[in-house]
């Protein structure tokens, strides 16, 4: 067979110009109803009160879906986003292979973020387990039930570091560590992929939002972003590269502007650093709507020139803005966007379909009920492993583990909503999949009564019933619309009801346990202050309250660690481990870098986390080599039971032209540890991770000192330094 570059030239050499940028337009199914705006508007119109909830559904309930088959069959349509099911897409795919011209195959893509129907911990909560193999797992299962369903792409690794936890997306990366979401982002990519991107059960990943959309300004969802190049080369591109040097067949420009230039016209992204020094040969695709939002950024005065400077920045296919159909042919024939930047973008988009296999089985879907391929219980067990190894536990006072056969008093509606634990961007769940606590609580047969937030219980008053509970589990935190896109707060702190609901619990004497659900860290100043024990459960998917009592019960023992720190109020937002020192450290003196009203540090740090049982960090070494500082630590666990330990090393360079952090995260490792047993861990930081962009913009590796740590959090004190 021709290769696959011969082949898309074949091709290309057949196709109109119309026929080209039929290929770079994708579009979603347009509703269709007895409403004359479009679908878009309507919901505006619904959230803004315009029209009622109850007015929304009854035109919905009237709606339905234009599939745009004649576009399709024009050769219009290169890919669809918004289709759903294995047969409508089948229907589709029939007519662009069986009915258009050149029977070239649609693409379809969907945001399969954290899986399909079995849906696995968000993306921050499963960070959490710092585990590259388990992150690459559950991509596979979610492509395999998402492949069975007639998706062949996903939007998905969102890779941008996020240091704010007021923005809403944080929930759908890997944290505030630049090398972490790229060890994430990787791993996700080869999960989705496989080595054989054409396999039925693969699709492609999306690395998104390409770039440093984590770091919009004051936290508000698409907000800009100003930042020094060396600053974005060093905390924000790092873990987009890695995902792309792991194979990543598409990558999506983020919505926001770096230093005035948006990300969607930015030919130093999608040209220059992507695709000239990156190596890139996969393809772009904008993020919804953003070519025309160009027109809002003040970037285009229309959506002509939008589209003119999107695709000579490097932008290949157009999500849903129609910026692309309406006005490419007209801008060619004018000589305003060159042929050659629309034939270099339908080149990148026809390679991708041939590398996934779709000109030669564009009909990869299941054949049988695609039902029939999701939540199989190997599925169900990865996505009770994954909840185990994400739930962080926070504080314990010797409350934890519980033991069977005590009495739960199980408090707050979050304890009892399926539909809540899938968290956010998991469009293709069903609520009544996922086990909630209370759930769980019946299957294991075990005596307790549930109270929802108020403390009523079906039952009784909290008064009779609570006095036959031996230790309360209050579910806290957020819903899942409360994080995501376009989910940004000022406030982070935990509703009052829920506040009112722990003192009530806590007057009572009795032991309580928080298990907290969220899709970003909160200020739990309070709770920490004065709740026993405390679980971070985030939203943990279909097995959530069986993973939740797997760990309160010690059947499995924590191991999971934060990959982001948790501040102590909003205020103190952003707040990261890999900060500068600044030339006045925060401490006692008055003119000092700190606040008046508030700690200097997180409640909870980067890397933080404990277990039921505990270790001790000895004989750190490191010797200079060839290749970087080979580092050597001796891990112990001191306590009573087995338990994993994510053993992290950190360096710091404590002179440098340009400053550098006070710790960087450079290796980890999770060992496994029976109670006395010590192992040895070993890391290599290589050489090329000590090094910065200095002033001049050249990538510099300094000679002098370099501090290394290890230990079992970013704040170890355990510290060895070389000299390089
Ligand atoms: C989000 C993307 C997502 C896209 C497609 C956008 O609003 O920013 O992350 O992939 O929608 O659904």
């Not at 990869?364 to 536990?393: C, G, W």
């Not at 950190?650 to 032209?657: G, I």
Request: hydrophobic share 40%.
């Amino acid at each position: 067979m021709k290769d696959i570059e011969t082949r898309v030239r074949d091709l290309m050499d057949k196709m109109t110009l119309e026929e080209k940028i039929g290929q770079t337009r994708q579009c979603g199914p347009s509703l269709v109803g007895a409403f004359e705006v479009d679908f878009s508007e309507l919901l505006n119109m619904m959230f803004d009160g315009r029209i009622s909830k109850e007015k929304f559904d009854e035109l919905m309930a009237g709606a339905h879906q234009d599939l745009k088959e004649d576009d399709i069959r024009a050769g219009k349509i290169g890919s669809f986003n918004g289709v759903k099911g294995a047969e409508q897409v089948r229907t589709i795919q029939k007519i662009a292979v069986e009915e258009s011209r050149l029977g070239i195959p649609l693409i379809i893509g969907s945001d399969v973020i954290h899986g399909y129907r079995t849906v696995t911990p968000i993306p921050l909560g499963e960070s959490c387990a710092w585990e590259p193999s388990l992150w690459e797992r559950t991509a596979r299962i979610s492509a395999e039930e998402a492949a069975a369903d007639g998706i062949k792409w996903t939007f998905a690794p969102m890779v941008d570091v996020a240091k704010d936890a007021r923005w809403g997306r944080i929930s759908e990366g890997a944290g505030e560590d630049a090398l972490l979401n790229g060890l994430y982002g990787a791993a996700k990519v080869r999960g989705f992929q496989t080595d054989d991107p054409s396999a039925k059960d693969s699709i492609a990943a999306c690395v998104k939002h390409f770039a440093a959309y984590g770091a919009v300004e004051a936290g508000r969802d698409y907000n800009r972003v100003d930042m020094s190049e060396q600053k974005l080369r060093e905390e924000y591109l790092p873990s987009y590269k890695a995902s792309v040097e792991a194979g990543a067949l598409t990558v999506m420009p983020a919505f926001n502007d770096i230093s005035g230039v948006p990300c969607s016209c930015n030919s130093m992204l999608l040209t220059d650093i992507l695709r000239k020094e990156w190596g890139f040969k996969g393809m772009t695709i904008s993020d919804a709507n953003a070519i025309a939002e160009l027109v809002n950024h003040g970037a285009a005065a229309d959506n002509a020139e939008a589209a003119a400077k999107a695709m000579e920045a490097g932008m290949d296919m157009d999500m849903t803005s129609e910026a692309y159909i309406e006005n490419l042919a007209e801008l060619i024939r004018s000589g305003a966007v060159s042929e050659e930047a629309l034939d270099r973008a339908v080149a990148d988009i026809l390679r991708v379909k041939f590398e996934l296999g779709l000109f030669d089985d564009p009909y990869y879907m299941a054949e049988d009920d695609p039902e029939n391929h999701f939540l199989k219980p190997e599925y169900r067990t990865l996505a009770r492993e994954a909840a185990q190894k994400s739930i962080v536990l926070l504080k314990n006072e010797n409350v934890l583990p519980l033991n069977r056969g005590i009495r739960l008093g199980i408090c707050g509606d979050l304890a009892g909503e399926r539909a809540e634990m899938t968290g956010t961007w998991s469009i293709n769940a069903v609520g009544d999949d996922c086990v909630s606590i209370t759930d769980a609580c019946e299957a294991q047969a075990l005596p307790y009564t549930w109270f929802k937030t108020d403390l009523t219980a079906e039952s009784g008053s909290f008064e009779t019933l609570a006095k036959d509970c031996d230790v309360f589990i209050a579910a806290i935190g957020e819903r899942k619309d409360e994080s995501g896109e376009a989910a940004s707060r000022t406030s982070i702190e935990l509703p009052a009801e829920q506040i009112h609901m722990l003192e009530k619990l806590i007057a009572t004497g009795k032991p309580v346990i928080a298990v907290v659900f969220n899709g970003r860290p909160l200020a739990l100043t309070w709770v920490n202050d004065n709740v026993p024990a405390i679980l971070e459960a985030w939203h943990p998917g279909v097995e959530a309250g069986n993973a939740i009592l797997d760990l309160v019960f010690g059947d499995v023992n924590p191991s999971a660690k934060l990959t982001a720190s948790f501040p102590y109020n909003a205020g103190m937002c952003p707040v990261y481990y890999d900060h500068i020192n600044t030339g006045r450290p925060g401490g006692r003196g008055k003119f000092t870098s700190k606040y008046l009203d508030a700690p200097l540090t997180p409640v909870y740090p980067f890397g933080y986390g404990l277990s039921y049982t505990t270790y001790e960090y000895s004989d750190l070494q490191a010797e200079v080599t060839a290749e970087g500082i080979q580092v050597c630590v001796k891990v112990t666990n001191t306590g009573a039971c087995a338990g994993d330990e994510i053993v992290q090393c950190y360096f710091r360079d404590p002179v440098a032209e340009r400053v550098r952090p006070v710790r960087k995260l450079a290796a980890f490792d999770k060992i496994t540890l029976q109670p006395g047993e010590t192992k040895a861990v070993s890391f290599l930081i290589k050489k090329e991770q000590l090094g910065y962009w200095n002033s001049k913009m050249q990538f510099v590796v300094d000679s002098g000192d370099i501090e290394v740590y290890a230990g079992g959090c970013s704040t170890t004190e355990l510290k060895a330094v070389v000299t390089i």
